[in-house]
């Protein structure tokens, strides 16, 4: 079982719909949790991320972090054209990170 | 510039050869990290840097794999009698402090690694 397991997608939204992205895991011991956004041919970049559980917003951006049941959630509201890449969830207990395989988002002006 | 840079941005070596890939971290940041990111894949942490301390090198998958740093600058990541395999894009970030995820990572754009 893979520590962390994320669908791959792709996904396809209009502009101005509200996204969810979900990953779930199986560590109990983790304690941060992450989203990155990664463009095509770039580095992953930090979104936003959260500490335990409970949730985190920032401006059109929510992570939400349930660890009871090992799921935690990206929502993005009113999605632009500019939001389109790869999202990455990842999470970590220590010094190591443990990364989803990235949900493709396009959104479709 | 003020971000991670890595070098070469493409490498296209033949089966059995070692390859040397570079990573320069944003001045200042004492953590860095490689990781290996296959097509369709997550990113596969390789290996950590925290300052003079000895590196994690648990996730590297096998003894082909190595890495050095000196001191707080430059590392490289050497890949001896590469395969097939390790045809991927090879990652670096760095971070200020390396304290776990409370510490920003910052990514280079990659090394696009193809073993023919």
């Known amino acids: 079982q893979k520590e962390v397991e994320q669908d791959p997608g792709p996904l396809s939204v209009p502009e101005g719909a509200i996204v969810s992205l979900n990953c779930t895991y199986s560590?109990?011991?983790?304690?941060?949790f992450m989203w990155y956004r990664q463009y095509s041919r770039k580095g992953p970049e930090l979104l936003m991320y959260t500490y335990s559980s409970g949730n985190k917003e920032d401006g059109r951006f929510t992570a939400q972090v349930d660890k009871s049941s090992k799921y935690i959630s990206l929502f993005i509201r009113d999605s632009q054209p500019s939001d389109s890449a790869t999202y990455l969830c990842a999470m970590s207990a220590g010094s190591q990170f443990y990364f989803g395989t990235g949900t493709s988002l396009t959104v479709i002006p | 510039g003020a971000g991670v840079s890595q070098s070469p941005s493409n490498k296209v070596t033949e089966k059995g050869k070692d390859v040397e890939l570079r990573c320069d971290p944003i001045s200042g940041h004492t953590a860095l990290y490689w990781y290996r990111q296959r097509l369709g894949q997550g990113l596969e942490f390789l290996i950590y840097?925290?300052?003079?301390?000895?590196?994690?090198k648990s996730g590297l998958p096998s003894d082909r794999f190595s890495a050095e740093r000196t001191g707080e600058s430059v590392s490289t990541l050497t890949i001896q009698r590469t395969q097939q395999e390790d045809s991927a894009v090879y990652l670096c970030?760095?971070?200020?402090?390396?304290?776990?995820?409370?510490?920003?990572?910052?990514f280079g754009p990659g090394t696009r690694l193809t073993v023919l």
């Open positions: 970030a760095s971070s200020l402090a390396g304290l776990a995820a409370a510490d920003t990572q910052y």
């Open positions: 560590n109990s011991a983790f304690q941060y």
């Open positions: 840097f925290q300052g003079n301390s000895a590196p994690d």
